[in-house]
């Protein structure tokens, strides 16, 4: 079993989400079970909106992490989350990308910590 923790401000209450490996949930799924700031998106990788950051627990999980995919990568690097040298080298492997799309993360047996 995994946990979600999402962190929507350094002043506001951490809500923390226990996710089975086997539910196969996008972190956008979660969010929308909670009062977060990722309702109204289009939950198909188009407009931007549901960008957050993530920070694994566990830094070997980190580092074995999926890369973008390059529609992804686009969409984060013109929404301003990825400079030009994150950008270029969002295709190698071992390094991890920290800012994804809610909407396209499926959460796995990981313990995370989403930030909007
Ligand atoms: Fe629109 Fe994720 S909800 S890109």
Do not use: N
């Not at 809500?15 to 972190?27: A, D, G, K």
């Not at 929404?79 to 796995?108: M, N, S």
């Amino acid at each position: 079993m995994g946990s979600v923790t999402f962190i929507a401000s350094p002043f506001d209450v951490e809500h923390v989400i226990y996710v089975e490996s086997q539910r196969h949930t996008t972190l956008l799924s979660l969010a929308r079970e909670l009062p977060w700031p990722a309702h109204k998106t289009c939950g198909q990788g188009l407009c931007g909106a549901c960008a957050v950051k993530i920070m694994f627990r566990d830094r070997e999980r980190a580092m074995t992490q999926v890369t973008l995919s390059p529609d992804e990568k686009t969409l984060l690097y013109r929404a301003g989350k990825l400079t030009d040298a994150e950008y270029r080298a969002a295709h190698i492997p071992a390094h991890p990308a920290f800012w994804r799309l809610a909407c396209q993360y499926v959460v796995e047996d990981e313990d995370i910590l989403v930030f909007a």
